[in-house]
């Protein structure tokens, strides 16, 4: 049966029997455990979740596929349905002090990275413990790539910076209804903020990263120099382990935290 969707919601639903297993599974024992899921549209994960965590609380912006899933799993008490935009939720306020809960979601394409940004800032003050997601196949490509390859850029420095990241499998279009025209990559992210290991504080690298990767195709110096920094500020932080003209695509984490730490007093604030 082919479901019905709303077009600017992005909805394509998950139908593959054996990827929603496998997506779930993903995430381990969840018998103690308490899940946020993300758009969880008809319930195909829904599902499975609901018999195997502690808690779950599903986050669904449709109002009709709130009231569905609400209506069926009315006789779940640890099952809770939330009408709600993911991007205007306090996950925070979802999981009780002292404790961490793990996430679970297929991503719309247009806010992924918006979704993303908001899930490494739960991580970041210990809201959030692991996370399956869903996205398109390039995007993922992207948040899983290394330094040096083609798909390396900011939003990989970034997830880097907060999780570790590994590409698990990547599912067809014939896995969903209606098909999309992409191919969806379900990687799974174990929150683990890289900050005080690498001397950095979160907000200003996180801007000096911004900066770094502006203009793909200028060197990171130029970048920077864009950003306001001299070529004798420069000339005097940089560290040997980052060739003069590198492009900051090309460089580990480490290097990029060496650099900043070395230039201790911006020439311009970082706003």
């Known amino acids: 049966m082919l479901m019905k969707r709303k077009p600017k919601l992005g909805q394509n639903f998950l139908v593959d029997d054996s990827a929603r297993h496998a997506i779930v599974d993903a995430l381990g ?10 758009g969880p549209g008809h319930g195909a994960i829904t599902d499975i979740l609901a018999g195997r965590c502690h808690k779950l609380i599903a986050l669904e912006l449709d109002r009709a596929l709130a009231a569905e899933l609400t209506f069926r799993f009315r006789d779940h008490p640890q099952v809770q349905i939330l009408e709600c ?16 809960a793990d996430v679970i979601g297929n991503l719309p394409y247009y806010i992924t990275s918006d979704i993303l940004l908001q899930l490494f800032a739960a991580g970041k003050v210990g809201t959030l413990a692991r996370a399956v997601l869903m996205m398109q196949r390039e995007v993922a490509e992207r948040v899983s790539a290394a330094p040096g390859v083609r798909d390396y850029g900011l939003l990989s420095a970034t997830a880097q910076m907060n999780a570790q990241v590994d590409n698990l499998f990547t599912l067809p279009p014939s896995a969903f209804s209606p098909p999309p025209d992409v191919y969806s990559t379900v990687l799974r992210l174990h929150f683990a903020p890289r900050f005080a290991e690498l001397g950095v504080d979160p907000d200003g690298f996180n801007i000096f990263l911004r900066h ?7 060197t990171l110096q130029n970048n920077l120099r864009a950003a306001g920094h001299s070529a004798e500020q420069l000339s005097a932080a940089w560290p040997r382990s980052i060739p003069v003209q590198a492009r900051a695509e090309s460089i580990a984490l480490e290097s990029m935290a060496e650099l900043y730490r070395s230039l201790s007093i911006p020439p311009m604030s970082y706003e």
Not at 85 to 100: F, M, N, S
Not at 212 to 217: D, I, P
């Open 29 to 38: 024992d969840l018998s103690k455990r308490t899940v946020i899921e993300i």
């Open 85 to 100: 935009d993911v991007l205007e939720t306090d996950l925070r306020a979802l999981v009780p002090a002292g404790e961490t």
């Open 212 to 218: 770094s990767f502006a203009q793909k195709r200028k």
